[in-house]
Structures are given as C-alpha cells and as structure tokens.
C-alpha cells in the first residue's frame, strides 16, 4: 500500500487500511504464537504460517529481530527522516490526553472502593481496559504538535472513540445488574460523554485541516 501513496498524502481511509491490516498481522502472529509455544519447532512453524520464509533457520535473536521489522511497513515520507536526538511526547500536554488518563485512575480508585465481585466482572474489566486502550489511542493520535500526518491521527482518534464507545457499553452492563450505582454510573457516563465530545472535535477540527492542506481531498 505504501507504494501506492508516495505521491499523495495519505487520508483517514488509507491509513484504516494500513491499521486493519496492522491489526490481522499481529492477532494472527499472537494466535500462533499462542498455540505453538510450547512446540519445539516453533518459530519454524510462526514463519511459514505468516509468509516469513527467509527468516526459517536463523538465531533466535535475528528471527526477534526480523519479526519486529517485519510489521512496520514503510511509511510515506519516514524513509529519509533523521533519527531525532531526543524523544518528545507532545501527546502528555494535551488536554484531551490528560483527560483521558485522569479518567482512568479515577476509575481505578473507584473500582478499589468496590467489592471484589463487582472488580472481577468482565465487563468491569473490559470497562477499565478499553479505557486505557482509548487513553493510548489518543496518545497515538495526539503525539505531533504538528500533526504532520492528520490522516493517521484521524485514523488513531476513530479507534479511541471505539474504545470508549465499548467503555460505555460495559459501564451500562454493570448499572442493568446493579453492580454499579447511580452515582458512579452517572459520573462514569458524564466523563466518557466529555472524551467522546473532544474526540469528536479534534476529529472535525483534523479533516478540516487536511482538506486545506490537500486541495479538497
């Protein structure tokens, strides 16, 4: 895909492709290495089911290696780039960001105060780890002052908004059992509402950006 696009700017929909395919590649690679892991042949076995043929035979530390590289794809515009001297993490000033994970360890000091029963309930596990997801995704999306590449930004604000959309859903599962009272539900709804407003802004607020920048694409 990366071919296809060195001579435009990729959008929200090229980099959806591009994430999705990111996405089959590694529950793939993690479901074989799941079942195979205890089989003496294993990374033999890893590299024929995913297509990795040259890495057959080789040291473990090179097969590592290779396997690592071997999900990131060539992205327009990073082959020449200069490694940076130092790491900057504009996503930790954003608003939306810092949102985001002041939320979740609200929700964990919440879950601490409630019984045990009610921690373990896979929907309030699934409510604490796809707030976490969703407060990663935004970090993903959030992470240039800049935003040099908006179509993978957009991309990366879309699978936030999923997380907490299933957030939401697993706060409203544990409130229909009255495993969760009012008042946290209420305050836990209020909170996801106000991410989900900001995602959705900073969503309209990108493509509005990208089709200036593009020409109306």
């Known amino acids: ?65 290779e396997v690592e590289s071997s999900f990131e794809d060539e992205i327009p515009g990073e082959a020449d780039e200069e490694p940076a001297e130092s790491v900057s993490f504009g996503f930790e000033k954003h608003p939306l960001y810092r949102e ?18 009610v921690r373990e309930h896979p929907a309030a596990i699934t409510l604490r780890d796809e707030t976490t997801l969703a407060a990663a995704k935004l970090a993903a999306a959030l992470n240039d002052d800049d935003i040099d590449e908006l179509g993978m930004s957009i991309a990366y604000l879309k699978r936030g908004l999923r997380a907490l959309t299933t957030a939401l859903d697993s706060a409203v599962k544990l409130h229909g059992e009255a495993l969760l009272p009012d008042q946290q539900f209420e305050m836990l709804r209020a909170r996801i509402f106000s991410i989900r407003d900001g995602i959705v802004s900073t969503m309209g607020d990108y493509r509005m950006e990208f089709r200036r920048r593009c020409g109306g694409r």
Request: avoid cysteine; charged fraction near 40%.
């Open 1 to 65: 895909m990366a071919e296809e696009n060195t001579d435009k700017s990729w959008d929200e929909y090229d980099w959806e492709r591009f994430l999705q395919e990111q996405e089959r590649r590694t529950e793939k690679y993690m479901g074989l290495l799941e079942k195979y892991m205890d089989h003496p042949d294993r990374d033999g076995i890893i590299a024929r089911e995913m297509g990795w043929t040259h890495l057959i035979g080789g040291e473990t530390r090179d097969w590592e290696d």
């Open 100 to 117: 985001a994970i002041a939320f979740s360890a609200e929700l964990d000091e919440m879950f601490v105060r409630l019984d045990e029963k």
